[in-house]
């Protein structure tokens, strides 16, 4: 049985998350050292949309940029899943 469900859109969330972090005038270096990252990488997979935060580091994000986790993700209402019993 298939079902709409709403699903985040993690390239255009990528895309928010980096447009947030140059409005909050912060270099992806600035957010490696908030959140103690050994490497940049998770950074750039966010903003390229190749992975999403978790939600303790969305939590973080919140609070940096100064919006809610809800101004960070894009949900996409109309995502399909199978789903059975």
């Given at each position: 049985?298939?079902?709409?469900?709403?699903?985040?859109?993690?390239?255009?969330?990528?895309?928010?998350?980096?447009?947030?972090?140059?409005?909050?005038g912060?270099?992806?270096?600035?957010?490696?050292?908030?959140?103690?990252?050994?490497?940049?990488?998770?950074?750039?997979?966010?903003?390229?949309?190749?992975?999403?935060?978790?939600?303790?580091?969305?939590?973080?994000?919140?609070?940096?940029?100064?919006?809610?986790?809800?101004?960070?993700?894009?949900i996409?209402?109309?995502?399909?899943?199978?789903?059975?019993?």
């Amino acid at each position: 049985m298939k079902q709409n469900m709403p699903v985040i859109n993690m390239a255009a969330t990528g895309k928010r998350i980096y447009a947030l972090r140059k409005a909050a005038g912060l270099t992806v270096r600035d957010l490696q050292n908030i959140f103690g990252f050994a490497t940049p990488q998770a950074i750039y997979k966010w903003q390229n949309g190749a992975a999403m935060p978790t939600i303790d580091n969305l939590v973080v994000l919140s609070a940096v940029f100064g919006v809610t986790i809800d101004a960070i993700l894009v949900i996409d209402q109309d995502g399909t899943f199978q789903v059975s019993a």
